[in-house]
């Protein structure tokens, strides 16, 4: 794989053995089409660069960063199936916002994973949240700034995102949430809360 490669991570390769992760990896392979598992493969490889940088959990960063997208591609009515519907409110019934949500329930079912972290890391990685664990932050982070990403600014994010990864999801939800704004869609209430929460942390650490 890519990051074995080009990071040399020799633990990384024992710890994949030893959490059976060869069963997640060809799961995720036989949902996904081709494009999609690629984005995967490039989101574990930058999630692994930022685990190595903040000394974070391999094992949680690997099975979080595999099955973000495992339910990318369900319809709508296969997610709510999964979801407790009464708790989701009209506007935010959509693919875009439920996979995450999906996929850690879907996860939590088909591979026993009772990790929060884990699950977590794969239920806010589109939307964030107020709160965030660092797997959460690294994951949330690397999906927007995976070596395919291409968008204005997302060098910039990269750049930072090895220094600070405070910093660096901050500028990643400015730039989202003035990108949604000008396109004129719905943003979630959870990524207004983590920008807004993210940007309180950062000032309390520069005091």
Known sequence: MVFNEQ?????????????NMDEIIEKVKEILPKKRFDHVVRVVDMSLKLAKIYNSNIEKVMKSAYLHDIAKFFTLEEMLDLLDKNEIE?????????????????????FQIDDEDILN???????????????EKIVYLADAIEEGRDYEGVQEIRELAYKNLDKAILMEANHKIKYLIDIGVVLHPNTVEMRNWILKVIKEEEK
Do not use: D, P
């Open 7 to 19: 990071m040399g991570y020799n633990i990384m390769i024992s710890k994949i053995r030893s959490v």
């Open 121 to 135: 890391g794969i239920r806010y990685h589109t939307v964030g949240r107020k709160g965030m664990s660092q797997i």
């Open 90 to 110: 009209n506007e935010y019934i959509a693919r875009e916002f439920l996979h995450g949500f999906a996929g850690a329930i879907y996860a939590k079912k088909e």
